[in-house]
Structures are given as C-alpha cells and as structure tokens.
C-alpha cells in the first residue's frame, strides 16, 4: 500500500483537490482509500442509538455494518491515534492519500491559496515535494496549478508509486 499526504492550512482546499484527483485515479482503474485527520471534536454517533450505546457503556470498538458499507467507531480516549495504525485498519488498496498529518514523514503535496494569507509549510518539512497553489511559492519551489487536476493526478502517482 502506497501512501501520499495532501498538506495544508483549513481553506486551502485540500478536501476539494482530493475529491477533483479521486476519480481520474480511478478511472485508471486504482483502488485508492482516504485518511482524513480532523482537529475539531467530532462524532459520527448519536446518544441514545445503539452504538453510541455500548461505547458509553465501555466498548472500546463498535462495527457498524449494512449489506453496503461499515463504519468502525473506535474510542481513542486518552491516546490519539497513529497514522501508522489507521493505515492497518484499511481494506487492500493501491494508494491512500492522507489529508492532514502535517508532520508525518510521508511524500506530500502542499496545497496553499493566497486568500488564506497562511504561511508555507515547505520550508519546514522535507516530505514536500511540490506545491498545488493559486501563487508561486517563494525561492523557486515547485508548483502546480490548482486547477491542473490531470497534472496533479499525474504527480501524486509518480511520486506515490515510484
């Protein structure tokens, strides 16, 4: 399993490249799975379903499952989770392109808009490779357009893949 970090300040439009590149992945006929980290406290549980339940009861781990879809809701309660142990939790897959993770030692693509007025990230982590932006970064750093979604796609699968 190959893994590629899309890095970047909240608004930079991390979420919006991922889902522009996701179907010309597939189209080349790659099984790809996604790892988003979130700051903010979030639950996809409800009080009172059964899930939400047993978790409160003290469950560590509920797998939700239908004859489409599950969804695991496993209680990290003092330790966060390591990307390294989210990575064993996938199905088999070609690529996973990991949203967020900053400071994980992967190959990554730094997404940056100039509206955000947020400082680059690649003069301080070696594991970017390239920029997808609206402006040139400084010093002559690599850049891709944000809209050159063929050329993006191509870039995460040469440097994922290799």
């Known amino acids: ?6 890095a970047g300040y909240s608004g930079s439009g991390k979420t919006t490249l991922i889902e522009r590149v996701l179907p010309l992945l597939a189209e080349r006929g790659l099984k790809v799975a996604v790892i988003k980290h979130t700051h903010h406290d979030f639950d996809i549980d409800r009080p009172g379903k059964d899930s939400w339940r047993a978790r409160e009861a003290g469950a560590v781990a509920v797998l939700l499952a ?7 809701l496993t209680e990290h309660r003092n330790t966060p989770p390591l990307l390294e ?7 088999p897959c070609d690529l996973v392109l990991v949203e967020g993770y900053k400071r994980e030692a992967i190959p990554k693509l730094e997404v940056h808009r100039a509206e955000t007025a947020k400082p680059w990230l690649f003069p301080d982590d070696p594991n970017i490779l390239a920029t997808a932006s609206d402006v040139d970064p400084p010093n002559g750093f690599p ?4 809209d050159a979604i063929q050329q993006l796609t191509d870039f ?4 994922a893949l290799s």
Do not use: Y
């Not at 239908?66 to 695991?72: E, G």
């Not at 995460?156 to 440097?159: E, Q, R, T």
């Open 1 to 6: 399993m190959k893994v590629f970090g899309i």
């Open 66 to 72: 239908s004859d489409h879809r599950t969804a695991l």
């Open 85 to 91: 142990d989210l990575l064993r939790k996938l199905p």
């Open 143 to 146: 850049r891709i357009d944000l």
């Open 156 to 159: 995460i699968l040469n440097h």
